[in-house]
């Protein structure tokens, strides 16, 4: 195929070197953006009186009819073309003549390409939010369930603490709503139009560059020509709201992992979402929590990858930053897979209630709450911190816990000790009395089940 900018060439590009500056292979998932955004660059050119009424008709007409091909499949996009921007133009040319040539007017692949990747972007960021707010549905859903099943909360890995279970899934509804925030904020930033700054400088014609923001739906212009060819910062932005949305899915599964092992078992995964061995007959492997934990750091190199290609690239164009898409989109894609199967995972989880209260009973979590218990009777909290202590220490090496101690043996430790210790130190008075703003108190738990509600239905 003969190349459009091969006006001063007179030998043809070598073909490995061809297939190698090729991007078609990737960026023909644009096709949509690119059609769209030379369509309102065509009506835009004859608003302004570039090119005529006629002109702007037959390639908008044009364009339709290639758009409408590849939906329907009945037009395959020609793999040898150089890029998506190339393919579309030379076909629009091929089907309508001449007037086809007219469309590059005022415009370059630079503002072309930087137009249809935020297009694209713009989509696909809705799409993922979506996928979110699944995933925040069915933790909802799970948090209503177990608004009193009783766990024990840890630090360390350890023991630490009684809290409800919903208050420990609540803490990952909170993380999401931030990565719904951080997604929303880049998209602030990624919604202006570069179209119209040409190959870095603007351009000599008379064109309306607001016009083409409107109609593609853009919020506003880029106000510098050389930044709207070489910014991709919008591509950073949403790349690291991913790597951090991955980081806490990441965590997430981990737990899961841990929680469906043996050692915890604290839920079981549905049949769907778990694999066999092919040899133990009797493992059943959370499989999908896992590739998601590995699939972390695929993104995360996507991250990397942008970062260190923009790293000392002069202004403005320059093809390095061709490489900008195989990043996104591989963090795109890996994010909306993972976003598919989270959410019915969740969703299908079993909790077991009985192992997580028999595991809150052993471990002493409730020494806190003996300490507590003391300072209220009237001793520093220090003091009441080390009688705990004691009587913990006691416990293990009689074999008892706290709440199976003698109020004799009680007594031996600090005679202000009465029968009211048991209820003090209950598992049960131990989560409920937690009632600070945002602890695992019942009522924190209604409030954080508001705002999570109140945050997906605005
Ligand atoms: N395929 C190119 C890219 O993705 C399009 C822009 C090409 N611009 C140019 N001046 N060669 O970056």
Same mark, same amino acid.
């Given at each position: 195929m003969d190349k459009m900018w091969a006006g001063r060439f007179v030998k043809a590009l070598d073909k490995q070197a061809d297939d190698f500056n090729s991007s078609i292979r990737f960026d023909a998932r644009m096709y949509k953006q690119d059609i769209c955004g030379s369509m309102a660059h065509a009506a835009m050119l004859a608003s302004q009186k570039i090119i005529g009424e006629d002109d702007a008709d037959a390639i908008i007409e044009g364009l339709e009819g290639i758009l409408n091909d590849i939906e329907k499949g009945t037009l395959q996009i020609d793999e040898n073309a150089e890029d998506i921007h190339m393919f579309v133009e030379a076909l629009l040319t091929e089907r !309508? *003549?001449?007037?086809?040539?007219?469309?590059h007017t005022a415009r370059s692949r630079n503002d072309q390409v930087a137009v249809d990747i935020r297009l694209y972007l713009r989509d696909e960021s809705e799409e993922i939010i979506s996928g979110i707010k699944s995933l925040l549905e069915a933790i909802l859903a799970q948090a209503k369930q177990h608004k009193s099943t009783i766990m024990p909360g840890y630090t360390h890995l350890q023991r630490a603490q009684p809290i409800f279970f919903a208050h420990h899934l609540l803490a990952y509804a909170m993380m999401l709503t931030r990565d719904i925030g951080r997604i929303e904020d880049a998209k602030k930033r990624m919604n202006l139009s570069p179209l119209g700054s040409c190959a870095l400088a603007g351009t000599t014609y008379n064109t309306n560059r607001k016009m083409t923001a409107e109609k593609l739906g853009f919020d506003g212009i880029t106000l510098n020509s050389i930044d709207g060819v070489s910014d991709r910062d919008f591509c950073i932005e949403l790349l690291s709201a991913f790597a951090t949305l991955m980081m806490h899915l990441s965590r997430f599964s981990e737990e899961i992992i841990l929680w469906s092992s043996w050692e915890f078992k604290f839920v079981e995964l549905d049949d769907s979402y778990t694999t066999g061995s092919s040899i133990m007959p009797q493992k059943k492997n959370p499989d999908i929590a896992e590739l998601v934990r590995g699939k972390t750091g695929r993104v995360y190199g996507d991250l990397m990858a942008m970062l260190t290609v923009l790293? *000392?690239?002069?202004?403005?164009?320059?093809?390095?930053?061709?490489?900008d898409k195989e990043a996104i989109f591989d963090a795109i894609d890996t994010v909306k897979q993972c976003l598919n199967v989270f959410p019915p995972m969740i969703e299908g989880m079993k909790a077991l209630p009985e192992n997580m209260l028999n595991a809150a009973k052993? %471990?002493? !979590?409730n020494a806190t709450d003996l300490a507590d218990y003391l300072t209220k009777k009237g001793l520093p909290f220090r003091t009441s911190y080390k009688i705990s202590g004691q009587a913990v220490a006691y416990c293990i090496e009689k074999g008892k816990v706290l709440d199976t101690l003698s109020l004799e043996e009680y007594k031996a430790f600090s005679d202000i000790i009465g029968e009211d210790v048991y209820h003090a130190i209950d598992l049960n008075t131990c989560v409920e009395t937690r !009632?600070?703003? %945002? %602890?695992? *108190?019942s009522a924190s738990i209604d409030a954080q089940i508001a705002f999570v509600t109140e945050f997906l239905n605005k």
């Amino acid at each position: 195929m003969d190349k459009m900018w091969a006006g001063r060439f007179v030998k043809a590009l070598d073909k490995q070197a061809d297939d190698f500056n090729s991007s078609i292979r990737f960026d023909a998932r644009m096709y949509k953006q690119d059609i769209c955004g030379s369509m309102a660059h065509a009506a835009m050119l004859a608003s302004q009186k570039i090119i005529g009424e006629d002109d702007a008709d037959a390639i908008i007409e044009g364009l339709e009819g290639i758009l409408n091909d590849i939906e329907k499949g009945t037009l395959q996009i020609d793999e040898n073309a150089e890029d998506i921007h190339m393919f579309v133009e030379a076909l629009l040319t091929e089907r !309508i *003549g001449d007037t086809g040539k007219k469309l590059h007017t005022a415009r370059s692949r630079n503002d072309q390409v930087a137009v249809d990747i935020r297009l694209y972007l713009r989509d696909e960021s809705e799409e993922i939010i979506s996928g979110i707010k699944s995933l925040l549905e069915a933790i909802l859903a799970q948090a209503k369930q177990h608004k009193s099943t009783i766990m024990p909360g840890y630090t360390h890995l350890q023991r630490a603490q009684p809290i409800f279970f919903a208050h420990h899934l609540l803490a990952y509804a909170m993380m999401l709503t931030r990565d719904i925030g951080r997604i929303e904020d880049a998209k602030k930033r990624m919604n202006l139009s570069p179209l119209g700054s040409c190959a870095l400088a603007g351009t000599t014609y008379n064109t309306n560059r607001k016009m083409t923001a409107e109609k593609l739906g853009f919020d506003g212009i880029t106000l510098n020509s050389i930044d709207g060819v070489s910014d991709r910062d919008f591509c950073i932005e949403l790349l690291s709201a991913f790597a951090t949305l991955m980081m806490h899915l990441s965590r997430f599964s981990e737990e899961i992992i841990l929680w469906s092992s043996w050692e915890f078992k604290f839920v079981e995964l549905d049949d769907s979402y778990t694999t066999g061995s092919s040899i133990m007959p009797q493992k059943k492997n959370p499989d999908i929590a896992e590739l998601v934990r590995g699939k972390t750091g695929r993104v995360y190199g996507d991250l990397m990858a942008m970062l260190t290609v923009l790293k *000392g690239l002069p202004l403005a164009y320059n093809k390095d930053m061709q490489e900008d898409k195989e990043a996104i989109f591989d963090a795109i894609d890996t994010v909306k897979q993972c976003l598919n199967v989270f959410p019915p995972m969740i969703e299908g989880m079993k909790a077991l209630p009985e192992n997580m209260l028999n595991a809150a009973k052993k %471990g002493f !979590i409730n020494a806190t709450d003996l300490a507590d218990y003391l300072t209220k009777k009237g001793l520093p909290f220090r003091t009441s911190y080390k009688i705990s202590g004691q009587a913990v220490a006691y416990c293990i090496e009689k074999g008892k816990v706290l709440d199976t101690l003698s109020l004799e043996e009680y007594k031996a430790f600090s005679d202000i000790i009465g029968e009211d210790v048991y209820h003090a130190i209950d598992l049960n008075t131990c989560v409920e009395t937690r !009632i600070s703003d %945002g %602890g695992t *108190g019942s009522a924190s738990i209604d409030a954080q089940i508001a705002f999570v509600t109140e945050f997906l239905n605005k």
